[in-house]
């Protein structure tokens, strides 16, 4: 069984910074585009940025220039470093990977979401 598990929410205040980590884990062949999308209150899950396998990176503008994504293949592992965090970047974090399972087609996970809230 597939599972992501992500780590490193909290509260910070605007002006400060926090790093999210998605551990992929289960019977895993190959793990393709990998990402964090994010919730805030009232409004729609909305992309944040996404990374390949390779390494291209796909930002939301929103974001460009504070947040910074990474992947290590090794450890099946996604990052997202986030600077300059402010109130609008309050949200629900998920973590999203396309992922092979040993026997099974691709299909895309899901974490179980990691809170971020920017407040003084």
């Known amino acids: 069984q597939v599972q992501l598990v992500e780590s490193g929410g909290g509260l910070v205040q605007p002006g400060g910074s926090l790093r999210l980590s998605c551990a992929a884990s289960?019977?895993?062949?190959?793990?393709?585009?990998m990402g964090w999308y994010r919730q805030a209150p009232g409004k729609q899950r909305e992309l944040v940025v996404t990374i390949t396998r390779g390494g291209s990176t796909n930002y939301a503008d929103s974001v460009k220039g504070r947040f910074t994504i990474s992947r290590d293949n090794a450890k099946k592992t996604v990052y997202l470093q986030m600077n300059s965090l402010n109130a609008e970047d309050t949200a629900v974090y998920y973590c999203?990977?396309?992922?092979w399972g040993v026997g099974v087609t691709n299909r895309d996970y899901w974490g179980q979401g990691t809170q971020v809230t920017v407040s003084s």
């Open positions: 289960g019977s895993i062949f190959s793990i393709n585009d």
């Open positions: 999203n990977a396309d992922i």
